[in-house]
């Protein structure tokens, strides 16, 4: 995918995927220490959230140079919605 080889576009990324990263070290260290069951629901959700920004930033990005830009060719065009809907169906489940 171009968008995430964008430098500046794949910093951004890669900063949220550590902090998602460090949202999940609390969780363990949560989990570790005993902690309230709600409070690491709390976290969990807080998690969920993170990860489902993250993926809509992605598919965002994929949908908009992969299926909308113009100058795609019907296959490429194709072959980015097929990309999409296969990553639909797996997160669906």
Not at 7 to 20: E, S, T
Not at 55 to 73: C, N, Q, T
């Amino acid at each position: 995918m171009a968008h995430t080889r964008d430098p500046k576009h794949n910093a951004a990324l890669l900063m949220r995927v550590k902090r998602i990263a460090g949202q999940i070290e609390a969780i363990e260290r949560a989990l570790s220490s005993g902690s309230e069951c709600a409070d690491v629901l709390h976290q969990v959700a807080g998690v969920r959230g993170a990860v489902n920004g993250l993926m809509d930033e992605i598919f965002e990005a994929h949908l908009k140079d992969h299926v909308a830009r113009p100058g795609l060719s019907d296959e490429e065009r194709s072959r980015g919605a097929e990309e999409l809907a296969t990553v639909l169906r797996r997160y669906a489940k």
